[in-house]
């Protein structure tokens, strides 16, 4: 991963929204002429389930070493330390959820198709095993936010960025009518963000899609 300011956006046909993401932990090291042994993706991948379930304090470099199926002098030859590793977590899972939301948007049509599309999305999360899982973003906000400045700026970064991209979908609404131009679109992409971030926490007791869908359908009563 590269160092600074990065971008990204969401296609949706002929709109774009455009994410700037908060610049990430020093990129792995990988030493000149020395070939990585393991694929980094799927290192990280194995990565994600024990940080959301141990927290970053909780989870040891033995406990990363054996999922990850890696010796830690492997994870040192790719990661300065286990913070690093932490913060690399935290972006490949927002890029692989940033990837299927994408896909379940290529169908919508209006503002207010894509809202209840993503809020579906949302809700999808906090079901099954990711629901128990959990959301790593969720994780570090409950853990590290109040005690290091550095965590909560890429915590806070990562929820605003999640509420520019709701209320770009009820402005998207506004202008092909399909929700009401009352409707205040920052308040209530706030107000959605904290309903379905909170649902991460509810959905690691198991909470049915039945009763997360009756969420979203209710959420969307307020775009009336």
Excluded at 38 to 50: G, K
Excluded at 56 to 78: E, R, V
Excluded at 194 to 216: N, P
């Amino acid at each position: 991963m590269s160092q600074g300011r990065s971008s990204y956006s969401l296609d949706f046909g002929s709109d774009y929204i455009q994410y700037i993401e908060m610049p990430a932990a020093n990129p792995p090291a990988n030493p000149r002429g020395r070939p990585r042994e393991f694929d980094l993706e799927e290192a990280l991948d194995r990565a994600i389930p024990l940080f959301c379930s141990g927290g970053f304090h909780g989870t040891s470099l033995n406990d990363l070493a054996d999922g990850m199926q890696l010796t830690q002098g492997s994870i040192y030859k790719a990661f300065k330390d286990k913070r690093q590793l932490f913060f690399a977590a935290l972006d490949r899972q927002e890029e692989f959820y940033a990837d299927r939301l994408r896909t379940a948007l290529d169908e919508a049509g209006s503002g207010h198709e894509k809202l209840r599309v993503a809020l579906l999305f949302y809700a999808g999360l906090a079901t099954g095993s990711e629901g128990m899982q959990g959301c790593l973003v969720v994780t570090t906000a409950v853990e590290l936010a109040a005690s290091d400045r550095s965590v909560a700026r890429r915590v806070s970064h990562s929820f605003r960025r999640r509420q520019k991209f709701l209320a770009e979908l009820i402005y998207q609404g506004h202008n092909d009518g399909s929700i009401p131009t009352h409707v205040d679109s920052e308040g209530t992409a706030w107000m959605m963000l904290f309903l379905f971030q909170g649902l991460r926490v509810v959905g690691k007791t198991g909470i049915s899609r039945k009763q997360l869908t009756k969420a979203v359908e209710a959420a969307m009563k307020t775009l009336r």
